[in-house]
């Protein structure tokens, strides 16, 4: 090899080096991140919705050792618990050897996902076919969730209080169900309508069945045999719909993507793929330095309101139920906590990189994605961290080994989009986000490399540590 030149020399000293993880990877770690990951989709396989996701990971802790909060118990350093908030939102604490009043290290990922809700009143028959009414949740591009195989998740609450359990169309043997499209000879109207408005979302409607029972009397069969199999299925009526919450999800599996296998296409990466490298890592936390709190939370995709969502207090009791264990203000224990708020980034798609100001876009395979800020235009809506805070992040990720990089969704003037972040930051906590750079992000089939699920999963170790 050729000596290098001055120049080279001082490139290296002066330059930010970023580059594809991917590159120079040995076998060994190559392999840690396909086992990591085969954990990864073993857990989007079943925790499809923000009750699915609090169910799973309670699994996951209790094997761990956390057992439920119980304020009558005195904890000590390396206790580890679990806070359920209505089984669609949950907090787990480890209790580290400093008190709470120095500061708890949170680590805030959240569950929920782009769907489509059943409406209160959702079943009907038209056209000698039965169909449920939807509303849509989150950010969707309403007409990629047509003719695609899809699934019923949720529950229905029924007046004594009983609650019955619903999951339709994952398994093989199961029927699916699907929101039809017109077809393109009789489309001419439908093709001048906006992308946006190509469908509708008064058209997202499921089809769910189309054999009348047998009656020469009755009208609306169709509607009435569906009705007969729930009721047989679930002892459920028509009236119990109005205190039901069923999700109409995407009925596919997490499948490795490319014929190198470093991709992982799945219905909801936004945000389990930063919720499950939290969740391990807490989970083999064993006796921090600070109190580890990792939180994963509901309804960020319809902007963190609610009482399951990080814009309630639930975070905020968390923190003060542990510093009243040990007579602090939590006031003093959130002023000095530190947040990693792990949600995805947009990735640099090459299609679509008009969007994208290519020095500031996370690009996959570049490692954990860091967003200083985030919100729309001007930065309005967003956590701005501080610098310092920033170069205490950058130096627990260069220290420890940790591949990243840093993104910005998107071109300034474009768009943007927020985080759970600002809810923390008001509370007074440094927070700033971290996670896995997406492709095709609230699609019904999203995309992350194994590499960068790999590595926020190590920072979030290192961070808690
Ligand atoms: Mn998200
Ligand atoms: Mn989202």
């Not at 359920?84 to 050897?97: D, I, L, M, Y």
């Not at 203000?329 to 299609?351: E, F, M, Q």
């Not at 490692?367 to 200083?372: D, L, N, Q």
């Not at 943007?416 to 997406?438: E, F, K, S």
Request: aromatic content about 8%; proline content about 3%.
């Amino acid at each position: 090899m050729s000596e290098k030149t001055v120049g080279e020399k001082l490139k290296e000293e002066l330059f930010l080096k970023r580059e594809n993880g991917l590159k120079n990877i040995s076998d060994e770690k190559w392999e840690k991140i396909i086992a990591f990951c085969e954990g990864y989709k073993d857990f989007l396989a079943v925790a499809k919705t923000e009750r699915e996701a609090v169910k799973t990971s309670i699994e996951i802790a209790e094997k761990a050792g956390f057992l439920p909060y119980d304020s009558n118990k005195k904890y000590v350093a390396g206790d580890r618990y679990y806070v359920n908030n209505r089984g669609k939102a949950v907090a787990f604490v480890v209790v580290g050897k400093h008190s709470a009043k120095e500061g708890v290290q949170i680590t805030a990922a959240h569950i929920d996902s782009p769907r489509m809700d059943l409406k209160q009143n959702p079943l009907y028959e038209e056209g000698d076919l039965a169909l449920f009414k939807t509303h849509y949740y989150g950010g969707i591009k309403k007409y990629q969730w047509t003719t695609i195989p899809l699934a019923l998740h949720g529950v229905f609450a029924k007046r004594d209080g009983s609650v019955v359990e619903v999951n339709i169309g994952e398994d093989e043997a199961d029927p699916c169900f699907v929101v039809t499209d017109l077809l393109p000879h009789l489309a001419q109207e439908q093709s001048k309508r906006t992308l946006a408005e190509g469908i509708k979302g008064e058209e997202l409607n499921i089809l769910i069945g189309s054999r009348p029972f047998k009656d020469d009397k009755a009208s609306e069969l169709v509607k009435l045999n569906i009705l007969k199999i729930l009721n047989e299925k679930y002892g459920v009526t028509e009236a119990d719909f109005l205190s039901a919450e069923l999700e109409v999800v995407p009925a596919v599996k997490p499948r490795d993507v490319g014929l190198d296998r470093s991709l992982i296409g799945a219905y909801g990466h936004d945000d389990r793929v930063c919720a499950y490298p939290a969740l391990i890592a807490i989970a083999e936390t064993e006796c921090p330095e600070k109190t580890a709190v990792c939180i994963l939370a509901d309804k960020e995709e319809t902007g963190s309101d609610g009482n399951t969502g990080l814009n309630s207090d639930f975070l905020r009791f968390v923190v003060r139920d542990l510093a009243k264990g040990e007579g602090a203000d939590y006031t003093v224990a959130l002023r000095n906590s530190k947040c990693l708020s792990a949600d995805v980034n947009a990735g640099l798609d090459p299609t679509f990189k008009d969007v994208m100001e290519a020095r500031n876009a996370a690009k996959l395979n570049f490692g954990a994605v860091i967003t200083k800020y985030t919100g729309a235009r001007g930065k309005s809506g967003t956590s701005d961290a501080s610098a310092e805070y920033v170069a205490y992040v950058r130096n627990m990720l260069d220290k420890a080994g940790i591949i990243w990089q840093t993104g910005e969704l998107g071109k300034v003037d474009l768009g943007g989009g927020g985080t759970v972040a600002m809810y923390i930051a008001n509370m007074g906590v440094d927070v700033i986000d971290l996670g896995v750079p997406v492709l095709s992000m609230h699609a019904p089939f999203e995309i992350v490399s194994k590499l960068d699920v790999y590595e926020t999963y190590r920072a979030m170790v290192e961070f808690q540590k």
